[in-house]
Nanobody, 122 residues
C-alpha cells in the first residue's frame, strides 16, 4: 500500500500563486507516474497534470498549460504543482494520484491522496 499526502493548499487572490506538494510513503514498483486532478463543487474530477517518474515527461490540461508546472523529487518520492496566475475557476479540491502510466483520466490510478483545498478569490 502507498499513502499519498498532499499539502500547500489555501486561499489566494486571483493572479496569485500556490505550490502544492504530494509525498508518497514509498516508491512502489508498480508506480511509474504521478498526477494531479481537481474537483470543483458539483463537478466531476478532472485532469490537471501528470509526470513520468522515469522519463520526466509531463502533460497538462489545456486549461492550465502555461500557468501550472508539475515537477518531481525522486529522492523524496514527492511531486509538486506550482500554480501561477491563478483564476477563480481554479478553485477546487486538488488530489494527488499515483499509477502505472501518465493517464489523463482518473480511473486507472491506483492510489489517491485525501486532497487539499485551493480557493481563488476574485
Amino acid at each position: 500500500q502507498v499513502q499519498l499526502v498532499e499539502s500547500g493548499g489555501g486561499l489566494v487572490q486571483a493572479g496569485g500563486s500556490l505550490r502544492l506538494s504530494c509525498a508518497a510513503s514509498r516508491r512502489a514498483s508498480s508506480i511509474y507516474a504521478m498526477a494531479w486532478f481537481r474537483q470543483a463543487a458539483g463537478k466531476e474530477r478532472e485532469f490537471v497534470a501528470t509526470v513520468s517518474w522515469t522519463s520526466g515527461n509531463t502533460y497538462y490540461a489545456e486549461s492550465v498549460k502555461g500557468r501550472f508546472t508539475i515537477s518531481k523529487d525522486n529522492a523524496k518520492n514527492t511531486v509538486f504543482l506550482q500554480m501561477n496566475s491563478l483564476k477563480p475557476e481554479d478553485t477546487a479540491l486538488y488530489y494527488c494520484a499515483a499509477g502505472g502510466y501518465t493517464w489523463r483520466i482518473p480511473s486507472p490510478y491506483d492510489y489517491w491522496g485525501q486532497g487539499t483545498q485551493v480557493t481563488v478569490s476574485s
